[in-house]
């Protein structure tokens, strides 16, 4: 065992988009992990 982890990254939003990145999840249009970039 490697002890990686493997993470699929669906998107990323900058910080100040944080409002459109919950509102997408809600909306089923990603898929995967999404990043809030500072």
């Known amino acids: 065992i ?9 998107g990323k939003y900058p910080l100040d988009q944080a409002a459109k990145a919950h509102e997408d999840l809600q909306a ?3 898929t995967g992990k999404l990043l809030l970039v500072p």
Request: glycine share 16%; net charge positive.
């Open 28 to 30: 089923r249009r990603t």
């Open 2 to 10: 490697s002890g990686s982890l493997s993470v699929r990254i669906g």
